[in-house]
């Protein structure tokens, strides 16, 4: 299983590169972003054009806000009282309409959070469902560590960090352009130079300080889902565990994943220190270069002829402008920390998005299956589907091991009919359940070909696995699943056959215990249902679903 996988591994094994903030990070976001913003006029789109339109407001509150202060400086040094009040006034005004607008562009950010984890969640339930590709991920494919954690955790922490970003992101083009235009008006050239020079500088600084963050902070969300499939694995299988006496070796196993992603942590920790001193630097020197910039106009003469009054309102206002511009330039460097979380959710969330989308298209040439007039939402088409004489037609057969190519079955031919019980024997590791693996469409031959010949479903074929499955939800969803809605009618009819069916098999108890059909509840059925147990209730839904054929993998005697 993928989510199994050893977690001392670090990032880049088995010959992939270690992520980077590169060329693949940018078409794996675009990528994402496609999905995030999919149409006009998607929720998405229309949130983000919304902030957009809040966003510039605020700055244009803000302008207005920053140069109160330049005319408290004017008033009070003419001492004009009424300019006072009615100052006083307006700034009150303004910080009211701008508390209210930051507000509303946190809302919005918010919101964006949820719409676009609702669609990138959606879109790669969408391509994990598809098929087998679910059973392809976690069963054949080793490369892609906990698909699980990457689905729900992942994309949760890209799409808030990606959601905290956006005002200042979509923002920060107009404020630049405005800012940069009035300190040049303010300064001259040699304002927006020298904090051009500042932010670059200060930019390419954090690139080299960045780059070996991302690939480490893969590592640690790789060893984050191992461990937690570790304490997982413990949960699902405390009975035989306990049977072992597993405590102390377990403890230890934990113990050690525990200790791999602790290590990991730590290393990161290290190499986010000196992106910290480097952001943090360039704050404090952003606040001193502002004043280095206004102090060279003034000390060069170009304000001579002002009164003190008028140079304090001059100065406090210039202040402002290439203070902001300086704050927009350091907030975008600010940024650099949260670029690396969103860079490592990318790769991870990009790379799994790129699995999904080929194992989809992955046809497997050797299998056919009939097509089937029921669906799996229990409705029915209008006709029963075409009685077939024969269920699977094997022809020159060879099947080998996906994972290690070990040869199990060579040139079988077989043909399942209706009226024929086919018991298929054979030592531990010969290739039993590997042949029902592939009458499902699960493993794809070497060679040969495998037709089902009759649709999958009610009335059809049904597959009956060693261990079953069984979903959350009531008793009811168990013995009709994998049907929605209940078949073939509903009521009190359908009940009386569900608790005939229980009955056959041997599971009257489990009606009290579930508190009846439709009660919901709460717990894992693997938890309160023996190995005998589920197997019966497996077999009760059989004889509800009714098909004309039915595939099982038998446990050993004994079981």
């Given at each position: ?8 591994g670090?990032?880049?094994?088995g010959g992939?590169?270690a ?5 693949l990070?940018l ?14 006029p ?8 919304t902030l957009?339109c ?11 806000v ?8 004017e ?7 009424s ?6 006034a307006?700034?009150l005004?303004?910080i ?8 509303f ?35 054949l ?10 689905i ?10 990606l ?7 979509i ?8 800012y940069t235009?009035q300190?040049?008006q303010?300064t ?5 130079v ?17 780059s070996?963050?991302v ?10 889902g191992?461990?937690?499939f570790?304490h997982?694995?413990?949960r ?14 377990e ?5 050690r994943?525990?200790?791999s ?6 290393e990161l ?18 606040s001193i ?9 003034i000390?060069?003469?170009v ?7 008028e ?7 210039n202040?402002f402008?290439s203070?902001?511009?300086i ?13 690396t ?16 989308l080929?194992?989809g298209?992955?046809k ?11 669906d ?6 209008g ?5 077939r004489?024969?269920?699977f ?34 030592n ?5 359940t590997?042949l029902?693996?592939?009458l499902?469409?699960?493993w ?10 009759t649709c ?27 049907l ?16 005939r ?6 599971l ?6 579930a508190?009846?059909?439709?009660k919901r ?6 938890d ?12 009760a839904?059989l ?16 079981t």
């Amino acid at each position: 299983m993928a989510g199994g996988s050893a977690g001392a591994g670090g990032a880049g094994a088995g010959g992939r590169p270690a992520p980077q903030l590169d060329g693949l990070f940018l078409r794996r976001f675009l990528r994402l972003q496609a999905v995030l913003f999919s149409g006009w006029p998607s929720p998405g789109a229309l949130m983000f054009l919304t902030l957009l339109c809040v966003a510039l407001l605020e700055q244009l509150v803000i302008y207005q806000v920053g140069v109160i202060p330049s005319q408290y400086y004017e008033v009070l040094g003419n001492k004009d009282f009424s300019g006072f009040k009615t100052l006083t006034a307006i700034a009150l005004t303004l910080i009211v309409v701008n508390s209210t607008l930051k507000s509303f562009d946190q809302f919005i950010c918010n919101m964006m959070y949820v719409s676009w984890r609702k669609s990138l969640t959606e879109y790669l339930h969408s391509c994990y469902f598809q098929g087998q590709v679910y059973y392809s991920l976690h069963v054949l494919r080793e490369d892609i560590d906990n698909p699980d954690q990457r689905i729900s955790q992942d994309v949760e922490r890209f799409c808030r960090q990606l959601s905290s970003m956006a005002s200042k992101l979509i923002i920060s083009p107009f404020t630049l352009a405005y800012y940069t235009y009035q300190c040049f008006q303010s300064t001259g050239w040699l304002g927006p130079v020298s904090i051009f020079g500042y932010f670059i500088i200060g930019t390419m600084v954090n690139k080299v300080l960045m780059s070996p963050i991302v690939s480490k902070l893969v590592q640690q969300e790789k060893l984050e889902g191992d461990f937690r499939f570790k304490h997982m694995q413990i949960r699902v299988n405390a009975e035989p565990a306990a049977f072992y006496r597993a405590g102390r070796v377990e403890h230890m196993r934990t113990d050690r994943r525990l200790q791999s992603l602790l290590q990991t942590q730590r290393e990161l920790i290290g190499k986010e220190l000196w992106l910290y001193i480097g952001i943090n630097t360039f704050d404090y020197l952003g606040s001193i270069l502002s004043y280095v910039v206004i102090a060279i106009p003034i000390f060069s003469g170009v304000y001579g002829d002002l009164s003190p009054t008028e140079l304090s309102a001059l100065v406090s206002k210039n202040a402002f402008v290439s203070i902001y511009l300086i704050g927009c330039f350091s907030q975008l460097i600010d940024l650099f920390s949260t670029v690396t979380d969103v860079a490592g959710y990318t790769h991870r969330i990009g790379e799994l998005q790129e699995t999904l989308l080929s194992l989809g298209r992955k046809k497997n040439d050797n299998y056919s299956e009939a097509k089937a007039s029921w669906d799996l939402d229990g409705s029915h088409s209008g006709e029963d589907p075409v009685p077939r004489d024969t269920a699977f037609l094997l022809e020159q057969v060879t099947l080998s091991v996906p994972s290690s190519g070990k040869l199990l079955i060579k040139d079988l031919s077989l043909r399942i009919s209706q009226g024929n019980s086919v018991m298929i024997v054979g030592n531990t590791g010969t290739g039993k359940t590997s042949l029902l693996r592939v009458l499902g469409g699960l493993w794809e031959s070497t060679r040969g070909s495998v037709k089902m010949l009759t649709c999958f479903g009610p009335r059809g074929v049904v597959f009956l696995p060693q261990r079953p499955f069984f979903t959350d939800g009531s008793l009811r969803e168990q013995v009709i699943y994998p049907l929605k809605e209940i078949y073939p009618v509903s009521g009190s009819a359908d009940d009386e056959r569900i608790v005939r069916f229980l009955e056959l098999a041997g599971l009257t108890d489990l009606l009290v215990r579930a508190g009846g059909l439709d009660k919901r509840v709460d717990w894992n059925w693997y938890d309160i249902l023996s190995p005998g147990e589920m197997q019966r209730l497996s077999f009760a839904r059989l004889f509800y679903l009714q098909p004309k054929y039915a595939v099982a993998a038998l446990l050993p005697r004994g079981t």
